[in-house]
C-alpha cells in the first residue's frame, strides 16, 4: 500500500514510480484481477492465451499493438514495457526477422519480462528487454525503429520528463514511423489534494495532463498531426476488478477482496471517470525523405550490454587455472577460424556464430558449473553476446547455480604465456 505524498523533485517522482512497479512485479497480480482488466482494455481472450499470464498484471489501459499495423520484419519499440505483454504481442508479428524491444526502469519488470520471453522460447536479439529510465536520452540509435508503442506510462513521468520522452520518440523513429499510445489524460485542472495524492499518481492518476496539453507536448515533439481518441474505458476497473478469493464466502462486503486484488494502491479522490479518461492517441513522423526508412541503422547496436554478466581479469581466470583444487569452471572460446596464438589452456570451442542456436545442449552440459567463462579477440562483442545469451538463458531456467562471465580483454588480452595451448589443440 502506498500511502503519502508526490514528491517535490522529478527525481523523487520518478523513485517513487519505480519503488512501486518494482513491488508489484515481485509480488505479482491476481490472475482474475489482471484478466479483467487487460480484456476491458482491449485485449481479446485468445490474444491473452497466447502469452504467459505473468506478462500481464492488470496494468494497461489500452491495447496498442491491436491498432499499430505491426508487420513482419518490423522493429518495435515499447516505451515502459513492464511485464511483456506488448512487447510479445509484438513478437508474434515481427517475426523472426523482425525485433520487438521494450524499455522500463524497474529491474525487477525486467527480469520479469525476460522470464516471460523465455516462455514463449523469444532470446535476443528478436526480443529484447532493457532498464533504462525514460526520463533519460533512449539507447536507442537515431530513425532506426518502425513503431513505437506505450501503454499507461507516460502519465506517470514528471511534465519536463513526458515533453523529453516524446522528442526522443520522435528521434528514434524512422521517416514513416508511427507511434501508438495509450494513456490517461486529465477530464478537468486537479485540485492539490488530487495532484499530490501518491496512491493516485502511482495509479496513473494524478500525473495524467489535459488534452490540450497533451496536445501541444506531441506537436513540440514534431508530430504535427497526432490523433487523439478518448476510448472510453472504465477507469473504475482498476478498483473493482478480480477477487482475491481471500475474504469468508458470507462476507457482506467484496470490496475488501477487489482492492486486495489490486497490485495499485488504493486512493481516496473518488470515482476516478470524473477525473480521468483512456486516450488512445495515433501519430506519425512525417518526411520528405521516406525512403531513407530503408536504409535505417539496427536499433540497438550493442544488445548484450544490457544483460548482467560478471568480469573476470586475466590474473582471476590464470589463478584458477593455477589452483588444482578448482573445477568449478570452464573456459570457452568462441572464436571461428581466427584462432591464430593459440587459445587460453583448458577452453573448449563453441563458435559465436551457432551458439544461440545450441544453447539448450550447451546448458545441459554446463548449467552446474559455478563459473562459465567466454572469451574472443578482445571479448567486447563475440564472447559478451554468448554470455549475455547463456545468463538469459539461466535466468530464464530459474538457475543460479551457474554464471556466465566474460573473460575481460579476450585472448588478445590475455597476460599469461605459459597458460596458452596451440590454436589447433582443440
Known amino acids: 500500500m502506498v500511502a503519502g505524498t508526490v514528491p517535490t523533485s522529478d527525481e523523487g517522482v520518478v523513485s517513487a514510480v519505480c519503488d512501486a512497479y518494482s513491488s508489484i512485479a515481485r509480488e505479482g497480480a491476481h490472475s482474475e484481477y489482471a484478466e479483467a482488466v487487460a480484456e476491458a482494455f482491449g485485449y481479446t ?88 529510465k525514460l526520463t533519460q536520452p533512449l539507447p536507442i540509435e537515431t530513425a532506426s525503429v518502425d513503431c513505437i508503442l506505450s501503454n499507461c506510462v507516460i502519465n506517470l513521468l514528471p511534465e519536463a520528463s513526458k515533453a523529453a520522452l516524446l522528442k526522443e520518440a520522435y528521434r528514434v523513429l524512422k521517416p514513416g514511423g508511427r507511434l501508438v499510445i495509450d494513456d490517461i489524460i486529465a477530464k478537468k485542472s486537479f485540485p492539490h489534494t488530487v495532484r499530490s495524492d501518491l496512491a493516485a ?63 495499485l494502491p488504493q486512493t481516496t479522490i473518488g470515482n476516478l471517470n470524473e477525473w480521468a479518461a483512456s ?59 581466427d584462432r591464430a596464438g593459440g587459445h587460453v589452456r583448458e577452453s573448449v570451442q563453441w563458435r559465436a556464430d551457432a551458439f544461440s542456436g545450441e544453447l539448450d545442449k550447451f546448458y545441459d552440459e554446463y548449467s552446474k558449473t559455478k563459473q562459465v567463462i567466454f572469451y574472443c579477440g578482445s571479448s567486447k562483442g563475440r564472447g559478451s553476446r554468448c554470455a549475455a545469451w547463456y545468463q538469459d538463458h539461466l535466468n530464464g531456467k530459474g538457475n543460479t547455480e551457474s554464471k556466465g562471465c566474460i573473460l575481460e580483454g579476450g585472448f588478445n588480452g590475455w597476460k599469461y604465456p605459459d597458460l596458452v595451448d596451440g590454436a589447433n589443440s582443440l
Not at 491495447?63 to 505491426?70: K, L, Q
Not at 544490457?306 to 588444482?324: F, I, M, Q
Open 45 to 132: 481472450a485468445e490474444q491473452l492465451k497466447s502469452i504467459p499470464a505473468e506478462s500481464h498484471m492488470g496494468l494497461s489501459c489500452g491495447n496498442p499493438v491491436a491498432v499499430a499495423s505491426v508487420k513482419e520484419g518490423e522493429t518495435v519499440l515499447d516505451l515502459g514495457s513492464g511485464a511483456g505483454i506488448d512487447v510479445l504481442l509484438a513478437a508474434q508479428k515481427v517475426g523472426p526477422k523482425g525485433q520487438a524491444i521494450g524499455l522500463d526502469i524497474s529491474a525487477d519488470m525486467v527480469n520479469l519480462a525476460r522470464k516471460n520471453a523465455f516462455k514463449q522460447g523469444y532470446k535476443p536479439p528478436q526480443v529484447v528487454f532493457i532498464q533504462t
Open 279 to 337: 486516450y488512445q492517441i495515433y501519430a506519425k513522423k512525417f518526411s520528405s525523405d521516406n525512403a531513407a526508412a530503408d536504409k535505417s541503422p539496427p536499433a540497438l547496436n550493442r544488445w548484450w550490454d544490457a544483460y548482467p554478466k560478471d568480469n573476470l581479469t586475466s590474473g582471476e581466470v590464470a589463478s584458477l587455472l593455477r589452483d588444482p583444487d578448482r573445477s568449478d569452471y570452464a573456459i570457452i572460446d568462441v572464436r571461428g577460424d
Open 201 to 263: 499518481y502511482i495509479g496513473c492518476i494524478s500525473g495524467a495532463v489535459q488534452l490540450e496539453q497533451y496536445r501541444a507536448l506531441m506537436n513540440d515533439a514534431g508530430f504535427t498531426d497526432a490523433l487523439f481518441v478518448e476510448t472510453g474505458g472504465d477507469l473504475e476497473i482498476y478498483k473493482t476488478a478480480g477477487s482475491t478469493g481471500g475474504c469468508a464466502p458470507s462476507s457482506p462486503s467484496t470490496k475488501c477482496c477487489a482492492a486486495a486484488a489490486s497490485p
